[in-house]
């Protein structure tokens, strides 16, 4: 049971245009969302992290919104760049909880 | 060097054969843990580590073992390793436990079961 879902494997967007990732998760006792970006050849390197106490969470290009009703979450990089193809993985955590809940990833393409 | 390694990066076996890859850190986090990549299903936990001698099942612990003697290395071991292992093995460190803690990933160790 995938309790961690990013429905869109791939997803191309051209240079300088907004990009949106999305990631729908079911356990409601997830109270802390991460996005983990992964270069080819190389691990996971944390990018952005929110708390359900909060709806945004912003630095720099990256904004990452939490919608707790519908139980879903989404990563906005503006503007895109070459440099942000990758593959991007969505991860939830409760508190006081070891263990992070990854899902399927989107590999997000960027076209010059 | 200052960080977290693995080793073999690439390794291929046979069925049946053991098979330990390697974990290293030197940041002297207490936390360490292993996970495998696969297409369609994301990164999946197989075994952490909150101390040195104390480690605990993730999600996909069946045909793996783990040890941690010291608190700086965390061996994954296949001990008769089938083709459905073949994947791509990560391994991760974190200061504290807490899902908030951020983890700190390895290059990764490319595993062919043949």
């Known amino acids: 049971d995938q309790q961690v879902k990013q429905n869109s494997p791939s997803l191309s967007v051209q240079e300088g245009r907004i990009s949106i990732l999305n990631c729908d998760y079911t356990?409601?006792?997830?109270?802390?969302f991460l996005w983990y970006k992964k270069y080819p050849a190389e691990g996971p390197t944390f990018l952005i992290s929110?708390?359900?106490?909060?709806d945004k969470n912003e630095d720099g290009r990256f904004t990452v919104f939490l919608n707790k009703s519908a139980k879903h979450l989404s990563l906005h990089i503006v503007p895109s760049q070459p440099g942000d193809s990758a593959v991007y993985f969505c991860?939830?955590?409760?508190?006081?909880?070891?263990?992070?809940?990854f899902g399927t990833g989107t590999r997000l393409t960027i076209i010059p | 060097d200052a960080g977290i390694t693995q080793s073999p990066r690439y390794k291929i076996t046979e069925t049946g054969r053991q098979v330990t890859l390697m974990c290293h850190q030197t940041?002297?986090?207490?936390?360490m843990f292993w996970y495998r990549q696969d297409l369609g299903h994301g990164l999946r936990l197989i075994y952490y580590?909150?101390?040195?001698?104390?480690?605990d099942k993730g999600e996909v612990p069946d045909g793996y073992v783990v040890s941690r003697s010291k608190t700086e290395n965390f061996p994954l071991t296949l001990e008769s390793a089938t083709r459905s292992q073949t994947s791509v093995y990560f391994c991760?460190?974190?200061?504290?436990?807490?899902?908030?803690?951020?983890?700190?990933f390895g290059p990764g160790t490319r595993l062919t079961v043949l």
């Open positions: 929110i708390s359900s106490i909060k």
């Open positions: 940041w002297s986090h207490s936390y």
């Open positions: 356990n409601s006792m997830f109270d802390y």
């Open positions: 991760a460190s974190s200061e504290a436990g807490r899902g908030t803690d951020t983890q700190y």
């Open positions: 991860a939830a955590a409760d508190f006081g909880n070891e263990k992070l809940t």
């Open positions: 580590s909150a101390a040195a001698d104390i480690t």
